[in-house]
């Protein structure tokens, strides 16, 4: 079993940056692939970024290339989710996953093992 606590999330102006954690429980988390994931309101929740867990090789969402970073630190038990030049449309609450398999956390949500409740993040513009 794996818990997940997203933390981070809050109102941040039109340009400005956010930088979202992930803490994880267990003692394998190296051994899982972190996603994060996104809601906006009224619209299905969607890949944003991902990690597979041993060589950490990165996954993004095409139109988030280049604003967005995901990193980890396993020994921390931690995923970070680095947003940059945050537009109004980046308004969501922002999901971390883990899963063994690292597809299940490159795309489509359903299937994914394990989420945290989400954190809010606010762009005003």
């Known amino acids: 079993q794996v818990q997940l606590v997203e933390s981070g999330g809050g109102l941040v102006q039109s340009g400005g940056s956010l930088r979202l954690s992930c803490a994880a429980s267990?003692?394998?988390?190296?051994?899982?692939?972190m996603g994060w994931f996104r809601q906006a309101p009224g619209k299905e929740r969607e890949f944003v970024a991902a990690?597979?867990?041993?060589?950490?090789?990165?996954y993004y969402k095409d139109s988030l290339k280049g604003r967005f970073t995901i990193s980890r630190d396993n020994a921390k038990n931690t995923v970070y989710l680095e947003m940059n030049s945050l537009k109004s449309e980046d308004t969501a609450v922002y999901f971390c996953?883990?899963?063994?398999?690292?597809?299940?956390?490159?795309?489509?949500?359903?299937?994914?093992?394990?989420w945290g409740k989400g954190t809010l993040v606010t762009v005003s513009s």
């Open positions: 990690m597979s867990g041993g060589s950490g090789i990165t």
């Open positions: 996953a883990a899963d063994r398999v690292l597809s299940q956390v490159r795309g489509d949500p359903n299937g994914v093992d394990y």
């Open positions: 267990g003692r394998t988390f190296s051994s899982y692939a």
